[in-house]
C-alpha cells in the first residue's frame, strides 16, 4: 500500500463501511464515511483535507479495482 495515510485502522473501518470485513470505528467516523458517501467532488476535497487517510481509502474502496482488497492487505497489517 503506497498512501501512509492508510492506516490498518483506517482500512478496518473503511472494509466495515463497504461490508466487506474490518471493523466499525467511532459513531463520529460512521457518520464521517456516511459524509464521504454523500459528497460531490468538491466537498470530498474539503473532507479530505481534515482526514486524509479515510479520503484516500474511501477513495481507493469506491474507484479502485483491487482497491477492497488492497485494504484488506493493509487491514491484516493490524495483527
Known amino acids: 500500500?503506497?498512501?501512509?495515510?492508510i492506516t490498518p485502522k483506517i482500512a478496518a473501518h473503511v472494509l466495515f463501511h463497504f461490508g466487506q470485513g474490518g471493523y466499525?470505528?467511532?459513531t463520529f467516523v460512521q457518520k464521517l464515511l456516511a459524509?464521504?458517501?454523500?459528497?460531490?467532488a468538491p466537498?470530498?476535497?474539503h473532507?479530505?483535507?481534515g482526514f486524509p487517510g479515510y479520503a484516500a481509502?474511501?477513495?481507493?474502496?469506491?474507484?479502485?479495482?483491487?482497491?477492497?482488497?488492497l485494504l484488506q492487505a493493509r487491514a491484516?497489517?493490524?495483527h
Do not use: C, Q, V, Y
Open 1 to 5: 500500500m503506497s498512501d501512509p495515510h
Open 24 to 26: 466499525p470505528g467511532s
Open 35 to 40: 459524509a464521504f458517501d454523500a459528497a460531490d
Open 43 to 45: 466537498n470530498r476535497f
Open 47 to 49: 473532507l479530505a483535507e
Open 57 to 69: 481509502a474511501f477513495e481507493l474502496a469506491k474507484n479502485t479495482a483491487d482497491g477492497i482488497a
Open 76 to 78: 491484516d497489517d493490524d
